[in-house]
């Protein structure tokens, strides 16, 4: 029996982002956030755990050849989080590789 919160929630639950993004949904970053997210007097910020899910996502859509299919609604998710230029500045590694392995200019 699998536990709950493993590798394997992670992975289901970066597969049916990647599938719904590939087929032109619209998420925002508060429906890619886990159970764990953080609201701080009615404000989302991009915790550890949605940076790892997108970057968990990116790898699944560069290993699948999808990363130009799916790169806007990566990019549209990320920045509809009102703290979203805060995560860029506390963790720009993860930025720098999701623009890397997404060719892209707007993160």
Known sequence: MIRQGTCWETTT???CILFALFY???LSADQIAGKKEIHRAGIFY???EVLDTICTV???A???GCGD???QGIVRAMQ???GY???VADSPKRHIMMEARLQLKEV
């Open 13 to 15: 639950r970066a597969i």
């Open 24 to 26: 032109g949904a619209q």
């Open 46 to 48: 991009l915790n550890s």
């Open 58 to 60: 990116c790898a699944y």
């Open 62 to 64: 560069e290993y699948f």
């Open 69 to 71: 299919k799916i790169k």
């Open 80 to 82: 509809s989080a009102p």
């Open 85 to 87: 230029w805060v995560a």
